[in-house]
């Protein structure tokens, strides 16, 4: 390889990396949001699933009504599925204080099983795809040498990682409900003594993560494909609840996180294209094992939330 | 007002009572969905609950459903009871079916005898190894397990992925799948000309087993006491880590012998969806069994026969088949919740001042 087709072959790979570690990072940093206040939500991989789907029928039958902001509609239609979701969640993990693993994979299970449902129900089954026209790419200084490519992204891409990365570091660390939120996560009793209400702290926590995790799942249908299949999501939840113990429930750390697992992905789809004999789903499991891996290695010492999958009980 | 939550010892009748009431809620939830169809709810489930047991061949397919779910529920509600939270049934149950597999292909020269017996101790023998390296950072190093089984699952399905893709994949066939599997390594049918094979009775047994174990043995009083109070039972002289290990082990066998089980009774090869979410069910099977292996058995035939009647008012009403995945995920929450009446009596009280 050239010189010149190496630096654009990277230049495309770190752009393709940019694009398939958004929606990691949203769902990534909703998880962050739910665990930092004591609730391990397994629900994630099926709100993905669910915002993907209520997000591409909302956008498609706005499309077709002729809607010319039919894409924000669908946004605003999955950011809503997955709050309704997050909520269901907090109702069973906080206010009756259920075991999270169950309570999380039921959300799941429903989740899946009421978009395939709606899927067949809105569009019946069809030989193709239906298919909306979805987000397209921007570029704030169009026409940079070299860099051309990198810069050209989603809207949604520029808002994860200049937008919702700091601004969750700063509510998490500096802000009065960040304070609340890392507090009932830690400790409880303590959080409630000082007059913390930790019922109400950790549903707003699963609450901002349901709709975050929805938008990432949303992401994929209304950006990156265009389209609703069964496969759509394909375990990215669960990818997330590997970066987040990765990232040891930082969001600056998930984004780097997100951009090393995307980066596997994206180097993945690359390999593939260009015929390369490595069958590629041993990169894809690499962010599995490299978790695992980092839990044996250092996971007596990972920073579990002080009340992490403990329900809270005022006595 | 607030809510005031009481501890309090279950009564019996709860634990027949409550899993009915459960189904009822659940029924009355999910008929909202079936109304938006256009259907009746209650002919949605006629269809769902009886048509299926009135023909001999349907009523056949239930416990062709139910046999992998038997396992899958008794794999998950053994490791739940004895403390090890086991969400990879679905990873050891791949795991068991690749290991099967793999056996089932070099079964040529050998008689059923050993071929049969040989490809289901492989299965076992693979589920095991794929619970032991979470179970051994649980016991040895303090690792949640929850996120390492969970994670292994993925890995489990993308190495069936690439065995399918790669080494296995069968020319013939258009489909990513394996090519069959020797005859003799497949397991007798039951019944002639159905599918119900000898898993089912396997699957009986290995719940029946398992259940004595826990309830008449010295090793399922430390299991539970484990699972339940592993501080006490540290106190008492139980050895909490090496009986985890032996939960998880045992747990991950039955997840793997389900995998084997439905690769020699029902495919006879490979595919990525020989398991389609078993595993997972199987945590919804053992709630409803109230981890009970005893109660595994009506448990595993009911969502086994939802399996079936989400085909039959499929056909018979057009509502999508995806209806049955909804029900057992409500049933799997309400369950989960209406359980708590056992243990809890909840009062509603005024707020003292």
Redesign the interface.
């Known amino acids: 390889m050239s010189e010149a087709s190496l630096l654009a072959f990277l230049v495309g790979l770190l752009a393709a990396t940019l694009r398939v570690a958004t929606p990691l990072l949203y769902a990534t940093i909703g998880e962050v949001y739910s665990e930092r206040s004591g609730v391990?939500n397994?629900g994630i991989e099926g709100v993905m699933f669910l915002g993907a789907f209520v997000g591409f029928a909302a956008a498609a039958q706005a499309e077709a009504a002729g809607w010319g902001a039919y894409l924000w509609v669908g946004l605003v239609a999955a950011m809503i599925s997955g709050l309704l979701m997050a909520l269901?969640m907090a109702l069973?993990s906080v206010t009756?204080g259920?075991?999270q693993?169950?309570?999380g994979?039921?959300?799941t299970?429903?989740c899946?099983?009421?978009a395939?449902?709606g899927f067949?129900?809105v569009f019946g089954e069809r030989p193709v795809l239906p298919r909306i026209s979805p987000f397209s790419q921007l570029n704030p200084f169009p026409g940079t040498p070299i860099l051309d490519p990198l810069l050209n992204q989603y809207l949604l891409t520029y808002l994860a990682f200049l937008v919702l990365v700091p601004a969750s570091v700063w509510v998490l660390y500096h802000s009065n409900f960040g304070l609340q939120l890392r507090a009932v996560g830690e400790n409880p009793e303590a959080a409630d003594a000082a007059g913390i209400n930790v019922f109400r702290t950790r549903y707003a926590a699963l609450a901002i993560g349901g709709v975050l995790m929805a938008l990432g799942g949303a992401f994929l249908s209304l950006a990156q494909l265009g389209a609703f299949s069964p496969g759509i999501v394909a375990?990215r939840g669960?990818?997330c609840?590997?970066l987040v113990?990765f990232a040891r429930w930082d969001p600056l750390r998930a984004m780097f996180g997100a951009l090393l697992f995307g980066g596997m992905f994206a180097l993945q789809l690359r390999l593939q294209t260009q015929g390369f004999q490595l069958?590629y789903?041993?990169l894809?499991?690499l962010p599995?094992?490299v978790?695992?891996l980092a839990?044996?290695v250092a996971?007596?010492y990972?920073p579990?939330p002080g009340a992490y999958?403990k329900p809270y009980?005022r006595e | 007002m607030t809510l005031k939550i009481e501890r309090r010892a279950p009564p019996v009748w709860m634990r027949v009572i409550l899993p009915i009431l459960a189904v009822i809620i659940t029924f009355a939830l999910t008929s909202a969905l079936v109304l938006m169809v256009g259907a009746s709810p209650l002919e949605a489930y006629y269809h769902f609950l009886v048509e299926p047991l009135s023909s001999r061949v349907s009523a056949v397919e239930v416990l062709v459903k139910a046999t992998p779910l038997l396992l899958t529920g008794a794999a998950v509600a053994v490791a739940f009871s004895g403390g090890f939270w086991n969400i990879g049934a679905e990873g050891q149950f791949l795991a068991g079916a690749v290991a099967a597999t793999a056996i089932g292909l070099n079964m040529h020269s050998l008689p059923p005898a050993v071929a049969v017996p040989l490809t289901l101790i492989g299965g076992v023998a693979a589920g095991m190894a794929w619970v032991a390296t979470p179970a051994l950072m649980k016991t040895r190093l303090g690792i949640d397990e929850v996120v390492t089984t969970l994670l292994l699952n993925s890995v489990a399905l993308l190495a069936v992925s690439a065995l399918l893709n790669g080494p296995w994949r069968d020319p013939i066939s258009q489909w990513p799948q394996s090519p069959d599997i020797a005859a003799a390594a497949i397991l007798p049918k039951l019944i002639p000309r159905s599918r119900l094979h000898l898993g089912f009775l396997l699957a009986i047994l290995v719940v029946a087993a398992l259940g004595f174990v826990l309830s008449r043995t010295a090793f399922g009083v430390r299991l539970r006491a484990a699972g339940m109070e592993p501080d006490a039972a540290r106190f008492a002289g139980i050895q909490v880590g090496r009986v985890m290990l032996t939960t998880a082990l045992l747990s991950g066998g039955i997840a793997g012998l389900a995998g084997a089980i439905e690769v020699a009774g029902i495919h006879y090869h490979l595919i990525e969806a020989i398991s389609g979410g078993h595993g997972y069910t199987g945590i919804v099977i053992a709630t409803l069994s109230g981890l009970n292996p005893w109660a595994v058995v009506p448990a595993a035939l009911f969502i086994g026969l939802i399996d079936t009647g989400s085909q039959t008012v499929s056909r018979a009403l057009g509502v999508p088949v995806y209806l049955g995945e909804v029900i057992q995920a409500t049933l799997l929450l309400v369950t989960l919740a209406v359980l708590l009446l056992q243990h809890y009596r909840i009062r509603w009280e005024r707020r003292a001042a």
Do not use: D, K, Q, S
């Open positions: 391990l397994l269901l069973l009756l259920l075991n693993h169950v309570a994979l039921g959300i299970l429903l899946t099983g009421l395939m449902f067949r129900l375990g669960w990818v609840i590997a113990i069958p789903e041993v894809l499991a599995y094992l978790t695992i839990l044996a996971g007596r990972a579990y999958l009980r």
